[in-house]
């Protein structure tokens, strides 16, 4: 007689969770590898009680969003487009005139692309906080400094 043995899977529940906050520099940082890492950090894929379906990741500032690094010819050929769904409502900004304009859509745009596009993601969407300059309103958190490689 062979004794069968049964492992529980560990899910992760909402209120287990301990979340921290880190401050990201984006100054010199390359935009993709950047997003990548704030994404995964978001969902909480760098903690060990990682579940698929529940809000495991961190909150991330991210500073000096007008100072990001794009690389190739990306900051000549790279544009957004939208559409508001009314005729002629076509929208093509380029990366040029949104780091004039909004520097923080850029950053947003990229992590955005990199979350589940689903409730889960708008919710770890809004634990992404990024600001054009250096100084951040979140002081009173203790945020962390995250270096990326």
């Known amino acids: 007689m062979s004794k069968t043995l049964s492992f529980k899977t560990y899910s992760a529940k909402p209120a287990d969770v301990e979340r921290k906050w880190y401050v990201i520099d984006a100054e010199g940082q390359v935009l993709g590898r950047m997003a990548a890492e704030i994404a995964r950090v978001l969902r909480g894929k760098h903690k060990p009680q990682f579940t698929p379906h529940v809000d495991t990741g961190d909150f991330i500032v991210v500073t000096n969003a007008e100072k990001v690094a794009l690389s190739g010819k990306k900051s000549e050929l790279k544009t957004y487009f939208s559409h508001s769904h009314y005729p002629g409502g076509v ?39 990024v600001y054009a300059g250096a100084q951040h309103p979140h002081e009173a958190q203790a945020p962390t400094e995250m270096k990326i490689h």
């Open 91 to 129: 929208r093509v900004d380029s990366v040029r005139d949104l780091l004039r304009k909004k520097p923080e859509k850029i950053i947003e745009h990229a992590v955005w692309g990199m979350l589940p596009h689903n409730n889960l993601g708008r919710q770890l969407f809004k634990k992404l906080k």
